[in-house]
Every structure is written in structure tokens, then in C-alpha cells.
């Protein structure tokens, strides 16, 4: 997992090196006669910080009347723009991502948080000025779990469902959709929904689903 993070890491800092070359110019508006023709400035790679709140759950792909309840979370980390050919673009994050679900047992009420790094890499579409969709790929790396029980878990219990979270995967493949509203151009309001397209790979815990993260994500990113 390491070397995946690293190597992810690299490449970040790589596209963004050969990118930050990048120039492009387009037409603010048709010349007329002998009018010189205008160009808009020219846009560069960006980075900068991003950060906001996750709403989280999780889906049980194998159950269509599986039910679990939501957990808040945080999501804060570093993002880099870069310009392609208006009105496409690219953007890559890097960020801590706080995940988890709440469910209501026979037994009592038991959460579970998970921490993970998550690093989308995603087409930048800007249809129209100032507002922006995203789409694509992203890769997560497993940090840590916390199990929470409350009423009648027993330690054996408890014991069963941390023993169980230890075999989780350590790196998901997910996607994320989302959109972009650029209040001007170094701060951006962000809506996404992400998901798993793995499990979590759980086998022979029947108290313990196997199941795919999916989270709401609301943000600001500040670019320079």
C-alpha cells in the first residue's frame, strides 16, 4: 500500500511540473475591422487547500433492503488544478477523508469510523463561466478503524467485530461525481458524492456486512 500511496504521490508532482508549462489563450470576443482582437489572461496550474464535511454511510451491494444510518465526518487536504483545453481541465486531491456508518442491532447500537487518505483524479468540465462538474476515478488508502458499541455487546462480541475490521482492505477503487461553483477565481464551493467499487472483502462475519463506503462531501477550495 505504501508504495501505491508513493507512487500515486509522484505523479501528482510530476503532472504538475509538466503541466505548470502549459500555456493557453482564447478569444475574449470576435475582432471587428481593424479592432485587435482581445484574449482573455492566461490560466495556469493551480493548488491549493480544500476542506469540508463528509456525510457518510455505506451500501450493501449483495442486500437491496440493507439499511445503516449516517456518521459526519471531515475531509481536509490539498488540491492542484490544471488547465487542458477550455473547457476541459484536470484536477487531483490529496485528502484525509473521515468515513463510517451507524446501525441499530438485536444487540445495540454500534458505529464504526474509518480514516483514509483519498486521492481523485478527475476530469474538470467548466460548461459555462464560474461553474464546473467533475468526474472520475479515485483511489483510498485505509489509515485506521474505530469500532464503537453502546448497551449489550459482550467482550467476545466486540472482540469478534474488531478481529473482523483488522482483514479490511487496505486500498479501495472508488469514483466520484460532483460539481463547482467558482465564487471567484482562488475560491471554489464544492458538492461531491463518492463511492466505493470495491467491498470491504468481510468473509464468515455475518454481523459485520460486506460493503462499499459512499459519501457526501461539501467543501471550500482557496487556490493561488
Known amino acids: 500500500m505504501k508504495k501505491i500511496f508513493y507512487s500515486a504521490i509522484c505523479l501528482l508532482l510530476l503532472a504538475g511540473s509538466v503541466s505548470a508549462q502549459h500555456r493557453r489563450y482564447y478569444p475574449r470576443n470576435r475582432p471587428q475591422g481593424n479592432q485587435r482582437q482581445q484574449q482573455q489572461p492566461q490560466e495556469q496550474v493551480k493548488f491549493?487547500?480544500?476542506?469540508?464535511?463528509?456525510?457518510?454511510?455505506?451500501?450493501?451491494?449483495?442486500?437491496?433492503?440493507?439499511?445503516?444510518?449516517?456518521?459526519?465526518?471531515?475531509?481536509?487536504?490539498?488540491?492542484?488544478?490544471?488547465?487542458?483545453?477550455?473547457?476541459?481541465?484536470?484536477e487531483a486531491d490529496l485528502l484525509y477523508s473521515g468515513k463510517g456508518?451507524?446501525?441499530?442491532?438485536?444487540?445495540?447500537?454500534?458505529?464504526?469510523?474509518?480514516?483514509?487518505?483519498?486521492?481523485?483524479?478527475?476530469?474538470?468540465?467548466?460548461?459555462?463561466p464560474n461553474f464546473n462538474f467533475v468526474v472520475g476515478p479515485q483511489v483510498s488508502f485505509l489509515l485506521s478503524t474505530q469500532n464503537k458499541f453502546n448497551n449489550g455487546y459482550s467482550t467476545q462480541t466486540q472482540d469478534v467485530y474488531n478481529k473482523a475490521t483488522d482483514g479490511y482492505n487496505k486500498t479501495l477503487i472508488g469514483g466520484v461525481v460532483g460539481v463547482g461553483l467558482e465564487l471567484n477565481p482562488n475560491i471554489e464551493l464544492r458538492a461531491r458524492y463518492n463511492?466505493?467499487?470495491?467491498?470491504?472483502?468481510?468473509?464468515?462475519?455475518?454481523?459485520?456486512?460486506?460493503?462499499n463506503n459512499q459519501v457526501w462531501q461539501i467543501g471550500l477550495g482557496v487556490k493561488f
Open 48 to 90: 491549493g487547500i480544500v476542506g469540508g464535511v463528509n456525510i457518510s454511510n455505506i451500501v450493501n451491494v449483495n442486500n437491496s433492503n440493507f439499511s445503516t444510518g449516517t456518521l459526519a465526518g471531515l475531509n481536509a487536504g490539498v488540491t492542484m488544478d490544471v488547465p487542458i483545453s477550455y473547457p476541459f481541465g484536470f
Open 101 to 128: 456508518y451507524s446501525a441499530i442491532t438485536s444487540t445495540g447500537e454500534f458505529q464504526q469510523r474509518t480514516n483514509w487518505i483519498d486521492l481523485p483524479l478527475l476530469l474538470k468540465i467548466r460548461p459555462v
Open 195 to 211: 463511492i466505493d467499487l470495491q467491498s470491504t472483502s468481510i468473509a464468515g462475519i455475518s454481523d459485520i456486512p460486506q460493503y
